[in-house]
């Protein structure tokens, strides 16, 4: 919420697990996006912009839930991105 230029919206269940961690993603690639697929759908409803996650786990399979298109980013480089 602190970084210039951002508006912060937090999504609904945005604690929730998006499937990826603990092996799951590599060993049960369907168990995997049953558990994620609701994702998309709640970030769409927040018209951002941009997911930001501090989960490499997450950054995989928010990407591919939400398509090679989207904008998934780790929360190191948003800061990146806002101060370089």
Known sequence: KKI????FKEMEKSDSCCGAGGGVRAGRRDLSSLIG???PE???RTEADVMLT????CELQLKDLLGEHSQVLDL??????TYH
């Not at 210039?4 to 508006?7: C, I, N, Q, T």
């Not at 501090?54 to 786990?57: I, S, T």
């Open 4 to 7: 210039p230029g951002v508006k």
């Open 37 to 39: 697929n609701r994702k």
């Open 42 to 44: 709640y970030f769409k």
């Open 54 to 57: 501090a989960c490499p786990f």
């Open 76 to 81: 190191v480089e948003l800061v990146q991105k």
